[in-house]
């Protein structure tokens, strides 16, 4: 049965890319992907049939940045009877396990603005948890949620107030630090972004931190799988099947925050479908 993944690290040349675990949560697949068959892929599930999705940050350290794809669901649980249970609440614990505290992050970047990418926006006080840091999203992303109270959406008070006079607006290929590049990948959201880290010298190697672009590795083999909460489910097909070509090169590594087990791992070229490789080793 797959499991929540734990922290992992993938180095290129003097950069490294981190999972910083925040927290996990157990979804029913007939909510959450709607008319999908899950026969050929029942070591996903567990006992009740439900599958794991990890909830985390990727912590992105080079010679003088510190940088934080997304930021978790934060310190809450809940329960979506029949449907869902989410735990959060672990980040900022993983990110002192690194040595580092919040005001040694300089840059925070979202894929996107769905709840469980921005839960430690604020902390407990109201404040920025990151003080220093540079906060930035896509600006369709922005300007799809500002002003809405939806549940999967930022929360009002808790997010789109605090972030209204700081946040800053990225694009595709703008760079956010030397070797950190942003990648246009709209669908799960309309200013949906995934992230693309390289390390530079003779390591020819990437990452792309996909956001979700996908939620679990079965949708590396059923690409045209789309998730409950997809806006435009189309448009992310199609961003799914373009991506998953361009990354079966060899030298990509992905890195899936919603992935069980490991979130780090390769698409590997199809004999008759994609198939998934996970786990450090193969990193």
Not at 196 to 217: A, F, I, N, P, Y
Request: a negative charge; charged letters at 20%; proline letters at 7%.
């Amino acid at each position: 049965m797959a499991h929540p993944a734990s922290r992992a690290q993938v180095r290129l040349g003097d950069t490294t890319v981190t999972y910083l675990p925040d927290g996990h949560a157990w979804l029913n697949p007939a909510v959450f992907f709607p008319s999908s068959e899950w026969a050929a892929h029942a070591a996903f599930l567990d006992e009740r049939g439900w599958f794991p999705v990890s909830i985390g940050s990727f912590l992105i350290r080079t010679a003088d940045r510190v940088v934080l794809v997304d930021l978790g669901l934060g310190p809450v649980e809940f329960d979506l009877p029949g449907k869902a249970e989410f735990h959060g609440g672990g980040l900022l614990d993983a990110l002192a396990a690194e040595d580092l505290a919040p005001g040694d992050v300089d840059t925070v970047v979202y894929t996107h603005l769905h709840h469980d990418h921005v839960g430690w926006t604020t902390g407990p006080g109201g404040g920025l948890t990151f003080p220093h840091a540079k906060h930035l999203v896509g600006k369709a992303e922005w300007t799809h949620w500002w002003g809405t109270e939806e549940l999967v959406g930022p929360d009002p008070e808790t997010v789109q107030q605090p972030l209204a006079d700081v946040i800053g607006f990225v694009d595709h290929d703008d760079v956010i630090a030397p070797g950190i590049r942003v990648l246009a990948t709209p669908g799960h959201t309309p200013g949906h972004h995934s992230i693309e880290v390289t390390g530079g010298g003779d390591d020819r190697r990437r990452v792309v931190v996909l956001g979700d672009v996908m939620h679990c590795q079965v949708q590396v083999a059923e690409s045209h799988w789309s998730f409950a909460f997809d806006v435009d489910a189309e448009a992310g097909v199609d961003t799914r099947e373009r991506l998953l070509d361009d990354v079966a090169d060899g030298r990509t590594i992905l890195a899936g925050g919603h992935f069980a087990g490991q979130v780090f791992g390769r698409v590997l070229p199809p004999v008759s479908r994609r198939v998934w490789a996970g786990g450090p080793e193969i990193a």
